[in-house]
């Protein structure tokens, strides 16, 4: 019997109007409070690799070294520790090098990483992160799992989570969460024919 291949996931925070930074570039409102936090956490547990844009792998560079605060609660120090543990593949046009515990420069275009990593043995989910590399891979048709984590909060514009111009993607809900903060996360896995 063939090993189940590793799904290929696409989880952010986004507003209600579907952006995961607003105008301008702002994202404070998408600060995830105690509840979802943890489900972002255990999230992580899944990961077994993260593919990130340049912008995202720069905004998370935070984690490299924010349980080193001395104010740093539990969450904190949890996140950044399994933050670093996780491999990661940074892919940008303008990086030469990247810093950052257990992380890399993509050496090739993400269809051909993601097959090279669904060919090693290993475990864990591939998480993709950032939104040019997301449309990339959404319009090859790699992402298996959209996980939105749906904000009620409507922003106006900005950078959406679901890439533009795509063709359709035919998806069935695996689940659904309301927080009690409002934010409701669902799991759409991509239906393919046969």
């Known amino acids: 019997m063939a090993p189940t291949p590793r799904l290929v996931t696409y989880s952010m925070n986004i507003s209600l109007d579907g952006y995961f930074v607003g105008p301008g570039g ?3 409102w998408s600060e995830p409070d105690e509840e979802v936090f943890a489900a972002h956490t255990e999230e992580l547990r899944g990961i077994g690799v993260h593919l990130l844009g340049r912008r995202l792998h720069e ?3 935070y984690w490299e070294t924010a349980d080193q605060e001395p104010e740093s609660d539990y969450s904190t120090v949890e996140w950044a ?18 810093t950052g515990t257990n992380t890399r420069l993509a050496t090739r ?3 051909d990483e993601i097959a090279a990593l669904r060919a090693q ?7 993709l992160g950032g939104g040019e590399l997301a449309a990339e891979a959404a ?13 009620p909060v409507v922003v106006g514009g900005g950078r959406p989570y679901w890439p533009q111009g ?7 809900q695996v689940s ?4 009690g903060n409002g934010v409701v996360a669902v799991r759409y896995r991509v239906v393919r024919p046969g």
């Open 26 to 28: 702002g994202f404070d």
């Open 59 to 61: 905004t998370m560079s």
């Open 81 to 98: 520790q399994m933050w670093r543990a996780v491999p990661k593949v940074v892919f940008s046009r303008t990086l030469t090098e990247v």
């Open 109 to 111: 275009g993400v269809a």
């Open 121 to 127: 043995p290993g475990e864990g989910e591939i998480a």
């Open 139 to 151: 319009a090859l048709d790699l992402i298996d799992e959209y996980r939105p984590f749906v904000l």
């Open 166 to 172: 795509l063709s359709r993607i035919d998806l069935e």
């Open 176 to 179: 659904s969460r309301t927080f």
